[in-house]
């Protein structure tokens, strides 16, 4: 199995309902597997749980959020799974991460690369990359 690709930590400013006290740490990660989506996306499920995410209320704040953003080139949607995640192109938190390990990626509905997509973007939000992620996976 390849290596894990691991952008460094990007710290965010909470918009909307998810707005609090602090800041995000993001991160994005391309890897192998040899689960499928749903499996993956139960296992992030799983992860959140673990940790004491409680989905309570939609896009509000939580101790940590492990989305499913891509699946190859393959499109995925179903009431409990939508691949590509349906926002991400808006998103400048997920994009700048993205960018760094797959810019070239390229988003099947909308026909652009994750770097087209970060430079078209007009989300005012600050993200900043703080360090490089700590060690290999």
């Known amino acids: 199995m390849a290596p894990a690709l691991v952008s460094g930590i990007y710290e965010t ?3 909307g ?3 609090g006290p602090g800041w995000f740490l993001n991160v994005a990660a391309v890897t192998t597997t040899t689960l499928g989506p749903r499996e993956v996306l139960q296992a992030c499920l799983q992860i959140e749980r673990a940790m004491g995410r ?3 209320v ?3 704040p939580r ?3 492990i989305d499913l953003l891509a699946w190859e080139e393959i499109i995925i949607q179903q009431p409990d ?3 590509p995640h349906p926002r991400m192109h808006e998103r400048r938190f997920v994009l700048e991460p993205l960018a760094e390990i797959a810019p070239e990626w390229t988003h099947p509905r909308l026909g652009r690369t994750v770097a087209e997509l970060r430079d078209s973007l007009i989300d005012p939000s600050q993200v900043r990359r703080i360090c490089d992620w700590p060690g290999d996976l």
Do not use: K, T
Request: glycine residues 12%; without cysteine.
């Open 81 to 83: 799974l939508v691949v």
């Open 13 to 15: 400013e909470p918009v």
């Open 17 to 19: 309902a998810a707005a």
């Open 58 to 60: 939609p896009g509000g």
């Open 54 to 56: 409680v989905r309570d």
């Open 63 to 65: 101790s940590i959020d």
